[in-house]
């Protein structure tokens, strides 16, 4: 039996086009702010807001200017932030990550008073307090997994104490997430979840925000960790082992150049699926913006609604707040 309906001139697929009304009816994908998490970053310091010259539209921001962000962001109608520290002072084991009074902690306690219904996830890794801007322990050449692990739950757990919602592993060492997982369990935070960055790709795209956390690598690079680029099937395994281990949500980063991967992470699993549209994807097009070379707004709006359509469930993006505005117009 011939299964075919409506070939042309039967169909005609332009006639649910033609018309501004009919096209968003049948429009499949729809962005909405409540899509977007915001991510920040906090420094030291009162009064500091200072542009990331490589991001325009983002800022170092001291604990001060954060709150007041946070509640910018959430009169936007975006419900969650995300907080990555850069702390006074680094050293070789991170110690600012896990200080019960360290940066994040800080900017948590302070927003949680202020904007409590914003939602506060916490960016856990040790590469922007680090001295050699690794995201754990280096010993000769090798950046060492067990031992980072042991200090990324002491990270997670001071997060939670602070009063992190969400805690979001990103170093991608393994074993992390269940022993995260255990350690938030044996402290009585059952109930926070934990946001993996379960398929992070060892990507050029990170440039402009390690200029943000001042976290780029004094030496050598995150290929023993992060994955590899070429790689799909993998990310699958990366991702199956995540939720065995006890990941709420898993994520995939970046977005753009692994739509494939966000796909098939969702069709495979069907668990909260995050993407993470990160800082070369926003510098990439605020630049060629800026040059006028593509219209920025219509690009924006464009590459968000792809990482939606490929099954994100939600996008942390720097472009949060200007597309809240759009979709509010
Ligand atoms: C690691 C971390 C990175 C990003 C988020 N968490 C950088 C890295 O792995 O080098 C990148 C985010 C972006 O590029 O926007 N703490």
Known sequence: MDTTVGGFPTTRLRRTRMNPVLRAMVRETELSPKDFIYPLFVVPGKKVKREVSSMPGVYQMSVDEI????????????????????????????????DDRGIVQQALRAVKKEVPALLLITDVCLCEYTSHGHCGIVRGEEIVND?????????????????????????????????IRKVLDANGFTTTPIMSYAAKYASGFYGPFREAAESTPKFGDRRSHQMDPANGDEALREVAQDIEEGAD?????????????????????????????????????????????????????????????????????????????????
């Not at 031992?147 to 997060?159: G, I, Q």
């Open 67 to 98: 709150v007041r962000e946070c509640a910018e962001v959430y009169a936007l109608g975006i419900p969650a932030v995300i907080f990555f520290g850069i702390p006074d002072h680094k050293d070789e084991v991170g110690s600012g990550a896990y």
């Open 147 to 179: 031992p980072s692990v042991e200090l990324l739950t002491k990270e997670a757990l001071s997060h939670a104490k602070a009063g992190a919602d969400m805690v979001a592993p990103s170093d991608m060492f393994d074993g992390r997430v269940g022993a």
């Open 249 to 329: 949500i898993v994520m995939v980063k970046p977005a753009l150049p692994y739509l494939d991967v966000i796909h098939r992470v969702k069709e495979r699993f069907g668990m909260p699926t995050a993407a993470y549209n990160v800082s070369g994807e926003y510098a990439m097009v605020k630049a060629a913006g800026k040059l006028g070379w593509v219209d920025e707004e219509r690009v924006m709006m464009e590459v968000l609604t792809s990482i939606k359509r490929a099954g994100a469930d939600m996008i942390l993006t720097y472009f949060a707040k200007a597309a809240a505005k759009v979709l509010s117009k």
